[in-house]
C-alpha cells in the first residue's frame, strides 16, 4: 500500500515538530505505559510507543475482518465444548509440548468432576495481516486468533485522537477527520459486566488476574473503569494471591480474600514462565470454581497454534459450525497455508520442503506473547535438527505472509527519530456471552492496529518490537 503521507514523510523540519506535539498528545490522551526501569510503579510512566503517522488500511479488507469476527467467536465458542476435538487435536502436541500437557490435564480434571461454571465469556482477537499477492492485491490473513490475555483494547482507543492531532499539524484536517472511533475497552467491559450480571450475585466482584510485572496497566485500567463507572468492583490479584487466600465453598463458589468472586478476567497465565507449582496449583482452583472464567481453560487451549492448523484441513470447519456454510467461507477465506509436522508421510514432506525453502514459511511452537516463532535460516537449522524426532510435533508450519511496507515513523521514548519501512497487523476484539446452550452476546468490540520495522520478524508490543497505530481507511 503506498503511503498516503509521501508529501510529508521527507519534511524534515515538519516531521520533528509533529513528532513533539505527537508525544505531548500522546501523554494527555493516556496513551501510556510504566517503565521497564520500574515496573511496578506508577510514579515514572512515559507514553507506550506508537506510530508518528496512521497507517494506511485498505478499507474493504478491513471491513471483511470485522465481518468475519463473530463468525470466530462461535467457532473459539464451538470448539471449546468439543472435548473430542481437542483431544485428537491437541494428542501429539501433548505428548512434546509440556505446557500444552499441563493445560490439557486441567482442562479433562475439571470435565470429569462435572462443569461447576455455567455461564461462559469470550474475549478474543484475531490479528491479520495484508498478504500482498503476486498481482500486488493484498488479502487478509489470520495470523492467529488470541484467546487469553488479547491486550491493547484500552490503549488503542486513545491512539485516534493522536494521530489526528498529528495530521492536523502537517495541514491535513480533511484526513485528520477521517479517523475512525475505536473503544475495544467499553466493549470488553460490557461482556464482562454481562457475565457479571448472568453470575447473579450483586455483592460478587470481577477479579483482574495479573502478572507479578504490570508494566502495561494502564491498558488494563481503562476496562476496570468501564466496570466501575456501572458500579461493578474490580480487584487485581496475583496467582500467588489466589494460591494463599483462595477458596471454593460447597458450591464451588470462588472466594479470594474474602470477597466472592463472579468473573475471573485472565491478564496472566497464558506461558509457562506465568507458572510455578503454586501457580498451576492457583489454576486449578479457579477452573474448578463456579466464577466465570475468561477464559476457561477449554478456550485457551482452542487458541493454540495446533488447533489453529487443524482448523485449516478440509472439512473441519464444517464439523465445527454445520450448517452455518456462510461462516464457515468467510472464515477459511481468511485462512493462510497451515501444516501439520506430526510424525508421518505428511509431515516428513512438508518439514523436507520448508528447509529447501525456508524463507516460504514461519516455523511456530506453541507459545504465545511473541518473540518465538523462527524464520529463514533458523527455521532451517531447528527443522533439520529436530525433523525425525517427535519434538517435532510441539510446531507448526505456516506459508509467511508478505505485506507491502510503507514507510512511517516508530516514536520510542529515548529512541532517535528516524525513518523505517514498516509493514502493519490488524487485530479485532471479539467479545461474546453464553449461558447455557444460548448465546447471548456475540460481538466485535473494536479493532487494533500495531505496526512494526520489517527488519523485526517477530514480536508484539510488550515485547517491544511493534508500536501502536490507528488505521487510515484507504
Ligand atoms: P504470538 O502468539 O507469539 O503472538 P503470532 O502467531 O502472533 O504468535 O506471531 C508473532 C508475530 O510473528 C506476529 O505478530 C507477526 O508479526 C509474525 N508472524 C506470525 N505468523 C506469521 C506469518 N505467517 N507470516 C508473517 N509473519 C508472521
Ligand atoms: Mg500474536
Given at each position: 500500500m503506498a503511503a498516503p503521507w509521501e508529501d510529508v514523510l521527507r519534511d524534515e523540519p515538519a516531521i520533528r515538530e509533529a513528532a513533539a506535539v505527537a508525544v505531548d498528545a500522546a501523554l494527555l490522551e493516556g496513551v501510556l505505559m510504566r517503565t521497564?526501569?520500574?515496573?511496578?510503579?506508577?510514579d515514572v510512566v512515559n507514553y507506550a510507543p506508537f506510530t508518528l503517522l496512521p497507517s494506511a488500511v485498505p478499507s474493504a479488507l478491513f471491513e471483511q475482518a470485522y465481518a468475519v469476527q463473530q463468525d470466530f467467536n462461535l467457532l473459539v465458542d464451538a470448539i471449546s465444548q468439543n472435548k473430542e476435538f481437542l483431544e485428537s487435536t491437541l494428542a501429539s502436541t501433548i505428548k512434546a509440548d509440556d505446557f500444552t500437557a499441563r493445560l490439557f490435564r486441567i482442562h479433562m480434571q475439571v470435565l470429569e468432576e462435572g462443569l461447576a461454571q455455567s455461564v461462559f465469556l469470550g474475549i478474543n482477537r484475531s490479528d491479520y495481516m495484508f498478504d500482498c499477492g503476486v498481482d500486488g492485491t493484498p488479502a487478509l490473513k489470520q495470523i492467529e486468533i488470541n484467546t487469553i490475555a488479547a491486550s491493547f483494547g484500552g490503549l488503542t482507543s486513545r491512539t485516534a485522537a493522536v494521530h489526528g492531532q498529528v495530521l492536523k499539524v502537517l495541514g491535513k484536517s480533511k484526513e485528520a477527520s477521517r479517523l475512525l472511533p475505536n473503544n475495544p475497552s467499553k466493549g470488553l467491559a460490557l461482556g464482562i459486566a454481562k457475565a457479571w450480571e448472568l453470575y447473579g450475585s450483586q455483592s460478587a466482584v470481577v477479579m483482574?488476574?495479573?502478572?507479578?510485572?504490570?508494566?502495561?496497566i494502564f491498558d488494563q485500567r481503562c476496562v476496570e473503569n468501564e466496570l466501575w463507572n456501572r458500579n461493578i468492583r474490580v480487584i487485581r490479584k496475583r496467582f500467588r494471591d489466589v494460591f494463599e487466600k483462595g477458596s471454593l465453598d460447597d458450591a464451588k463458589r470462588l472466594y479470594v480474600d474474602g470477597q466472592e468472586v463472579a468473573v475471573v478476567y485472565y491478564r496472566e497465565g497464558y506461558v509457562p514462565k506465568n507458572y510455578d507449582q503454586q501457580n498451576w496449583e492457583a489454576r486449578l482452583l479457579l477452573e474448578r470454581s463456579r466464577a466465570v472464567k475468561c477464559p476457561d481453560i477449554a478456550t485457551q487451549l482452542a487458541g493454540t497454534k495446533k488447533v489453529q492448523q487443524e482448523l485449516s484441513r478440509p472439512g473441519t470447519l464444517e464439523r465445527l459450525l454445520p450448517g452455518r456454510a456462510e461462516a464457515v467461507a468467510r472464515i477459511r477465506a481468511t485462512f493462510a497455508g497451515l501444516y501439520s509436522l506430526d510424525m508421518g508421510e505428511e509431515g516428513d514432506k512438508i518439514a523436507a520442503t520448508a528447509i529447501a525453502d525456508p524463507d516460504r514459511f514461519v516455523l511456530k511452537p506453541?507459545?504465545?506473547?511473541?518473540?518465538n516463532n523462527l524464520y529463514g535460516e533458523e527455521l532451517r537449522q531447528v527443522l533439520e535438527k529436530i525433523r525425525d524426532s517427535p519434538e517435532r510435533t510441539s510446531y507448526i508450519l505456516m506459508d509467511k505472509i508478505k505485506p507491502q511496507p510503507a514507510m512511517n515513523y516508530l516514536l520510542r521514548a529515548h529512541s532517535p527519530l528516524q525513518a523505517s519501512e514498516c509493514i502493519s497487523e490488524l487485530g479485532i476484539f471479539g467479545v461474546y456471552v453464553r449461558q447455557g446452550k444460548e448465546m447471548v452476546m456475540n460481538k466485535a468490540a473494536g479493532h487494533l492496529l500495531r505496526t512494526k520495522a520489517i527488519e523485526h520478524a517477530d514480536g508484539g508490543v510488550a515485547a517491544g518490537v511493534a508500536v501502536l497505530d490507528t488505521p487510515y481507511l484507504v
Amino acid at each position: 500500500m503506498a503511503a498516503p503521507w509521501e508529501d510529508v514523510l521527507r519534511d524534515e523540519p515538519a516531521i520533528r515538530e509533529a513528532a513533539a506535539v505527537a508525544v505531548d498528545a500522546a501523554l494527555l490522551e493516556g496513551v501510556l505505559m510504566r517503565t521497564e526501569g520500574q515496573p511496578n510503579a506508577s510514579d515514572v510512566v512515559n507514553y507506550a510507543p506508537f506510530t508518528l503517522l496512521p497507517s494506511a488500511v485498505p478499507s474493504a479488507l478491513f471491513e471483511q475482518a470485522y465481518a468475519v469476527q463473530q463468525d470466530f467467536n462461535l467457532l473459539v465458542d464451538a470448539i471449546s465444548q468439543n472435548k473430542e476435538f481437542l483431544e485428537s487435536t491437541l494428542a501429539s502436541t501433548i505428548k512434546a509440548d509440556d505446557f500444552t500437557a499441563r493445560l490439557f490435564r486441567i482442562h479433562m480434571q475439571v470435565l470429569e468432576e462435572g462443569l461447576a461454571q455455567s455461564v461462559f465469556l469470550g474475549i478474543n482477537r484475531s490479528d491479520y495481516m495484508f498478504d500482498c499477492g503476486v498481482d500486488g492485491t493484498p488479502a487478509l490473513k489470520q495470523i492467529e486468533i488470541n484467546t487469553i490475555a488479547a491486550s491493547f483494547g484500552g490503549l488503542t482507543s486513545r491512539t485516534a485522537a493522536v494521530h489526528g492531532q498529528v495530521l492536523k499539524v502537517l495541514g491535513k484536517s480533511k484526513e485528520a477527520s477521517r479517523l475512525l472511533p475505536n473503544n475495544p475497552s467499553k466493549g470488553l467491559a460490557l461482556g464482562i459486566a454481562k457475565a457479571w450480571e448472568l453470575y447473579g450475585s450483586q455483592s460478587a466482584v470481577v477479579m483482574f488476574l495479573v502478572e507479578e510485572v504490570q508494566r502495561n496497566i494502564f491498558d488494563q485500567r481503562c476496562v476496570e473503569n468501564e466496570l466501575w463507572n456501572r458500579n461493578i468492583r474490580v480487584i487485581r490479584k496475583r496467582f500467588r494471591d489466589v494460591f494463599e487466600k483462595g477458596s471454593l465453598d460447597d458450591a464451588k463458589r470462588l472466594y479470594v480474600d474474602g470477597q466472592e468472586v463472579a468473573v475471573v478476567y485472565y491478564r496472566e497465565g497464558y506461558v509457562p514462565k506465568n507458572y510455578d507449582q503454586q501457580n498451576w496449583e492457583a489454576r486449578l482452583l479457579l477452573e474448578r470454581s463456579r466464577a466465570v472464567k475468561c477464559p476457561d481453560i477449554a478456550t485457551q487451549l482452542a487458541g493454540t497454534k495446533k488447533v489453529q492448523q487443524e482448523l485449516s484441513r478440509p472439512g473441519t470447519l464444517e464439523r465445527l459450525l454445520p450448517g452455518r456454510a456462510e461462516a464457515v467461507a468467510r472464515i477459511r477465506a481468511t485462512f493462510a497455508g497451515l501444516y501439520s509436522l506430526d510424525m508421518g508421510e505428511e509431515g516428513d514432506k512438508i518439514a523436507a520442503t520448508a528447509i529447501a525453502d525456508p524463507d516460504r514459511f514461519v516455523l511456530k511452537p506453541q507459545r504465545e506473547g511473541g518473540g518465538n516463532n523462527l524464520y529463514g535460516e533458523e527455521l532451517r537449522q531447528v527443522l533439520e535438527k529436530i525433523r525425525d524426532s517427535p519434538e517435532r510435533t510441539s510446531y507448526i508450519l505456516m506459508d509467511k505472509i508478505k505485506p507491502q511496507p510503507a514507510m512511517n515513523y516508530l516514536l520510542r521514548a529515548h529512541s532517535p527519530l528516524q525513518a523505517s519501512e514498516c509493514i502493519s497487523e490488524l487485530g479485532i476484539f471479539g467479545v461474546y456471552v453464553r449461558q447455557g446452550k444460548e448465546m447471548v452476546m456475540n460481538k466485535a468490540a473494536g479493532h487494533l492496529l500495531r505496526t512494526k520495522a520489517i527488519e523485526h520478524a517477530d514480536g508484539g508490543v510488550a515485547a517491544g518490537v511493534a508500536v501502536l497505530d490507528t488505521p487510515y481507511l484507504v
